[in-house]
């Protein structure tokens, strides 16, 4: 089972989080979709292949295609995937885009840092939490 599956569409994010993971998250399994729509495919495909669903999404909002208000909305619409947690992990810092995420069905909405260090305290931060302390209910 993956403990969290990120959807971010710009390569670098993709790459500081999987560098991150790798230094510092080791025991965290992960996967990263480029897109909400390889993200959706992920999840249709662990479910035929009875693998269970992430115990967290952390998902980018500004995507291209897609979008993470769409996944949202997808996500929150689907009884499989419903209390999934999920997490906006955004470099916008928008009132507007944070009530849309929030009203959506958002679980937690995070600014993206900007700095390696600072990004990595925050994952960290962020998995202990909902990975090690928060009770599941799916």
Do not use: C, H
């Not at 959807?7 to 399994?29: C, G, H, P, T, Y």
């Not at 993200?39 to 992430?54: H, I, K, T, V």
């Amino acid at each position: 089972m993956t403990d969290v599956l990120y959807i971010e569409d710009n390569a670098n994010e993709a790459d500081v989080f999987a560098r991150l993971m790798r230094k510092k998250l080791q025991s965290i399994d992960y996967k990263i979709a480029n897109s909400g729509t390889e993200m959706l495919q992920y999840l249709r495909e662990a479910d035929e292949q009875n693998d269970g669903l992430p115990r967290l999404i952390l998902m980018d909002i500004n995507m291209n295609g897609m979008n993470g208000f769409d996944v949202i909305r997808e996500l929150r619409n689907n009884s499989r995937t419903r209390l999934v947690p999920i997490i906006a992990f955004s470099t916008s810092d928008s009132p507007n885009d944070v009530r849309k995420a929030y009203q959506l069905g958002v679980n937690a909405y995070l600014i993206k840092p900007g700095g390696y260090q600072s990004t990595g305290e925050l994952l960290e931060r962020t998995f202990a939490f909902w990975l090690a302390d928060n009770i599941r209910s799916y």
